[in-house]
């Protein structure tokens, strides 16, 4: 998946880019966030980008909010191999609406609302991506809700469904639970009767966890989280959905009761800082889980690896997961937490709010600086 960003030879200058016109005409300036080397927040500027029309296939749409992701955090600093290498427009999820079509599109129209998902090049005013990268956004959805379900919802729908096969009466270690893929998680083992959820998370958040469903926040900075799940349930858990990598993916596995998964989904203990941070780096690789086959059928567990940035070809299954999403949420099951709306300005202190683990919920950017300016938003 990839959605065209400009050439990055254009002007490196920002500028406040004018509205894209609706048609005809010489394609206006837009804004776009680009990464310009790998290194701290002050790698990310705003820059104007010609644009340019759709090709066939594709649609052009005027984005209206960009979801933050934890890979994006990890691909400012290069540790994320799916991002093309800088000067590059990141972003792998954004919302809006349709402004042009490619030849051959009949599936979509101009003024349709949709949620887009791509490798990198969405955190721009406009862009044009294939059409069956675009998927319409469910009624009564904000923008600002559609840029918070794709990349975060399918993570943990497929992890928790796919790979986890979860069921009634079983129990579930959440990581990082107050984040993106965290409340996603949360919602969808709600939708499944008698799920009992463990989430790791700093004290501070724990009321809200309580709230959405977690029975048993732990704080993984005070405490042995997996001491702490041993009191409650000595046979440990069914699933652990593992974002942290190196000796926590050992615990994890350890935590399995006989027949129970783990997830492996990403390596959030690379990050310490804002810059790459080597003895990290290193500590993380020497601590990281390894087994044999062998090993492994003695255990009766199973180890599994997601990667959405990889799936860029599987366009069915993603739709096919998509979908159930957007019933979910018509049906009143889920809803995208939203923890603050930054515009691209800001992608700095936005990065920051995710990196220092402060938020709870999504950290969406918007091209334009928010009407109200209260950067919690009402949810």
Same mark, same amino acid.
């Given at each position: *998946? +990839?959605? /065209?960003? =400009?050439? %990055?030879?254009?002007?490196?200058?920002?500028?406040?880019?004018?509205?894209?016109?609706?048609? #005809?005409?010489?394609?206006?300036?837009?804004?776009?966030?680009?990464?310009?080397?790998?290194?701290?927040?002050?790698?990310?500027?705003?820059?104007?980008?010609?644009?340019?029309?759709?090709?066939?296939?594709?649609?052009?749409?005027?984005?209206?909010?960009?979801?933050?992701?934890?890979?994006?955090?990890?691909?400012?600093?290069?540790?994320?191999?799916?991002?093309?290498?800088?000067?590059?427009?990141?972003?792998?999820?954004?919302?809006?609406?349709?402004?042009?079509?490619?030849?051959?599109?009949?599936?979509?129209?101009?003024?349709?609302?949709?949620?887009?998902?791509?490798?990198?090049?969405?955190?721009?005013?406009?862009?044009?991506?294939?059409?069956?990268?675009?998927?319409?956004?469910?009624?009564? *959805? +904000?923008? /600002?809700? =559609?840029? %918070?379900?794709?990349?975060?919802?399918?993570?943990?729908?497929?992890?928790?469904?796919?790979? #986890?096969?979860?069921?009634?009466?079983?129990?579930?270690?959440?990581?990082?639970?107050?984040?993106?893929?965290?409340?996603?998680?949360?919602?969808?083992?709600?939708?499944?009767?008698?799920?009992?959820?463990?989430?790791?998370?700093?004290?501070?958040?724990?009321?809200?966890?309580?709230?959405?469903?977690?029975?048993?926040?732990?704080?993984?900075?005070?405490?042995?989280?997996?001491?702490?799940?041993?009191?409650?349930?000595?046979?440990?858990?069914?699933?652990?959905?593992?974002?942290?990598?190196?000796?926590?993916?050992?615990?994890?596995?350890?935590?399995?009761?006989?027949?129970?998964?783990?997830?492996?989904?990403?390596?959030?203990?690379?990050?310490?800082?804002?810059?790459?941070?080597?003895?990290? *780096?290193?500590?993380?690789?020497?601590?990281?889980?390894?087994?044999?086959?062998?090993?492994?059928?003695?255990?009766?567990?199973?180890?599994?690896?997601?990667?959405?940035?990889?799936?860029?070809?599987?366009?069915?299954?993603?739709?096919?997961?998509?979908?159930?999403?957007?019933?979910?949420?018509?049906?009143?099951?889920?809803?995208?937490?939203?923890?603050?709306?930054?515009?691209?300005?800001?992608?700095?202190?936005?990065?920051?709010?995710?990196?220092?683990?402060?938020?709870?919920?999504?950290?969406?950017?918007?091209?334009?600086?928010?009407?109200?300016?209260?950067?919690?938003?009402?949810?």
């Amino acid at each position: *998946m +990839s959605a /065209e960003p =400009a050439p %990055a030879s254009a002007a490196p200058e920002p500028v406040p880019g004018p509205e894209p016109p609706k048609g #005809g005409g010489e394609p206006a300036e837009h804004r776009a966030l680009i990464l310009t080397g790998f290194g701290g927040y002050d790698k990310l500027k705003v820059q104007a980008r010609r644009g340019a029309d759709p090709r066939p296939g594709e649609v052009s749409v005027s984005v209206r909010a960009c979801g933050l992701n934890f890979a994006d955090l990890m691909a400012r600093q290069g540790l994320y191999d799916r991002l093309p290498p800088p000067p590059v427009c990141p972003g792998m999820e954004c919302a809006g609406t349709v402004r042009a079509l490619g030849e051959g599109v009949c599936d979509r129209q101009v003024g349709d609302k949709v949620m887009v998902l791509a490798r990198s090049g969405l955190w721009q005013e406009v862009v044009n991506v294939p059409a069956n990268q675009t998927f319409p956004m469910p009624e009564g *959805m +904000s923008f /600002e809700e =559609a840029a %918070a379900l794709l990349v975060n919802y399918i993570t943990a729908y497929m992890v928790l469904f796919d790979f #986890g096969n979860l069921r009634p009466n079983q129990s579930v270690l959440i990581h990082m639970a107050a984040g993106g893929v965290g409340t996603a998680a949360i919602q969808l083992c709600k939708t499944v009767e008698n799920v009992t959820i463990f989430g790791t998370a700093s004290a501070s958040k724990h009321d809200s966890l309580k709230e959405s469903g977690v029975a048993h926040p732990i704080d993984y900075r005070t405490m042995d989280y997996a001491e702490e799940i041993r009191k409650i349930s000595p046979k440990g858990v069914d699933i652990v959905l593992d974002p942290l990598g190196g000796s926590d993916t050992t615990k994890a596995f350890n935590l399995l009761k006989p027949m129970g998964k783990l997830i492996t989904y990403g390596v959030a203990n690379l990050l310490t800082g804002q810059k790459k941070n080597l003895m990290a *780096m290193a500590k993380t690789w020497w601590n990281q889980f390894s087994i044999t086959a062998l090993q492994l059928l003695s255990q009766n567990k199973a180890v599994c690896g997601y990667h959405l940035g990889y799936m860029h070809e599987e366009v069915e299954l993603i739709r096919s997961v998509v979908a159930e999403l957007v019933n979910l949420y018509s049906q009143g099951k889920i809803k995208p937490k939203i923890d603050s709306v930054w515009p691209f300005d800001q992608v700095a202190e936005a990065m920051k709010q995710m990196q220092e683990k402060k938020n709870v919920g999504k950290v969406i950017l918007v091209p334009e600086a928010p009407k109200e300016e209260s950067k919690k938003a009402e949810n």
